[in-house]
């Protein structure tokens, strides 16, 4: 994916405001499980980003770009974690180049994930709400 360099999003610096570099990973991985889950039958989910946590490393002079990959094994455990608790909460990181390949940026980012169709527990005593 391309993170284009615009007037509209220059800073003071000439270079890509820290914002827009993030703006542009936050919704990756909640997007691409909720579509994977949908096509496995799941459809009834809420998706978020639970936490990030982003490190710029060079400054971004020129567009920049990133890719996201999601191995068998993080699909296979994150199916198995939806199925068996009806949630997932899975961190994940991003790196973010430039066109000459410089790392100017990582991110972890932690995802929350909920099947709706599955009940929570109700409380008993063990585990009630404390007020």
Not at 51 to 72: C, N, Q
Request: net charge positive; charged share 25%.
């Amino acid at each position: 994916m391309k993170i284009h360099k615009s007037l509209l999003n220059r800073n003071s610096n000439g270079t890509i405001f820290g914002g827009t570099i993030f703006a542009a990973i936050d919704p990756i991985h909640t997007l691409l499980f909720d579509q994977i889950f949908r096509r496995k039958g799941i459809k009834r989910t809420v998706t978020w980003l639970k936490s990030a946590r982003i490190e710029y490393l060079k400054p971004g002079r020129k567009s920049l770009y990133f890719s996201v990959r999601i191995s068998d094994e993080e699909l296979n455990r994150a199916l198995q974690a939806i199925t068996e608790s009806g949630k997932l909460v899975q961190t994940f990181e991003v790196l973010i180049y430039d066109a000459n390949d410089t790392l100017c940026a990582r991110s972890a980012n932690e995802i929350y994930i909920r099947d709706l169709s599955v009940k929570e527990p109700l409380p008993t005593s063990d585990n009630k709400l404390q007020i």
